[in-house]
């Protein structure tokens, strides 16, 4: 069994920012890239940064130089700063690993439980 446990979120005021993390543990023999996703109210979720193994990384054109995907990989955890908030950031963040497991081929795909940021005033 593997397990994303994400920080909690927050409310936060126009232009504040606030910091994700989000830690993986249980049958890790490694993990490839790690990400963050979100889902606005009455839409679909939709990616907002990934990392990978080789420290590679993707943003939305949305969260460009606002937002900052890192990794600590001792520590199997990824953390997400988001500086200049706006109201359309809104939404639950889902933190995802795509994990290999010893023995087995292919990478398995995990998802935190989600946790709430409200962004208004």
């Known amino acids: 069994q593997v397990q994303l446990v994400e920080s909690r979120g927050g409310l936060v005021q126009p232009g504040g920012s606030l910091t994700l993390s989000c830690a993986a543990s249980g049958s890790i023999f490694s993990i490839d890239a790690m990400g963050w996703y979100r889902q606005a109210p009455g839409k679909q979720r939709e990616l907002v940064a990934t990392i990978t193994s080789d420290g590679s990384t993707n943003y939305a054109d949305s969260v460009k130089g606002r937002f900052t995907i890192s990794r600590d990989y001792a520590a199997n955890a990824v953390s997400l700063q988001m500086n200049s908030l706006k109201a359309e950031d809104t939404g639950v963040y889902y933190c995802?690993?795509?994990?290999?497991?010893?023995?087995?081929?292919?990478?398995?795909?995990?998802w935190g439980r989600g946790t709430q940021v409200t962004v208004s005033s």
């Open positions: 995802h690993a795509a994990i290999l497991k010893e023995g087995l081929r292919g990478t398995f795909n995990y």
